[in-house]
């Protein structure tokens, strides 16, 4: 009886503790809470496309998905993909979210071929290899998740100067394709010992931003098979980010 009394007393705890913390993390202390505003409305057909791209923190620990005006041409997705390459007007625009370039500065995409089956493949010049090697999975994971918005996308093979590198700088095979599988900012429970089997949530922690904004970061844990995914999602948001 009295453990379930101090469950419960630790369960009530940290629902006050959330319901206190996520008005701190949108606003600086003195200022009222105040939602997010709504995100800007889709173009007007022929106008552009409202494109999610991924981003990584200025600190290389996970990706962050912004929205950003994509012109809608017959090369779309070249469109989107060069979004991601560091150029200084777009590191000025990331700064103040706190948020960095994917691709290194220089990197050109030489090729794209998207088929009605097979992976699809973007080739690249040297320079894209050129990334920090610790930041690998977030650069790989980045281009995949922002071309799996694409619905013709399902897995991706990456290429440099017409050829499939042996490794990648971090060590990753690049024989293999990646996908379909877009795990954002993955974290593996420490229990989870069969890999073939496991459950997948998706939760979101608020990241405040240089300039007071808000953003929300999405992390998706690999959990122990289990039926009730909503209350696993529950758990796994209450006990905050690793």
Known sequence: MHRTISRFLALFLLLLALAICLPGCAD?????????????????PGDGYLGTLYYPDNELRFLVPVQRAIPETETVVRNTLEQLVETPQLEKELKPL????????????LGIHIGETGPARVDFNS????????????????LLCTLRQFPQV?????MVEG???????????????????????????????DYLNYTAVTIYFCLPTPQGRTLYVPVTRALQPVEEHRVAALKELLDGPR
């Open 28 to 44: 600086p202390p003195g200022e009222p809470f105040s939602l997010p505003t709504e995100p800007p409305l889709p173009p007007e």
């Open 154 to 158: 399902e897995q991706l093979k990456i």
């Open 127 to 142: 320079p894209f290899l050129q990334y920090d090697p610790s930041a690998e999975r977030l650069v790989l994971g980045g």
């Open 163 to 193: 050829d499939s590198p042996e490794k990648f700088p971090g060590g990753t095979p690049g024989a293999i394709p990646l996908g379909p599988e877009c795990l954002l900012n993955l974290e593996v429970d420490d229990a989870l010992d």
């Open 98 to 109: 706190g948020l960095v370039p994917l691709l290194p500065e220089k990197t050109v995409i």
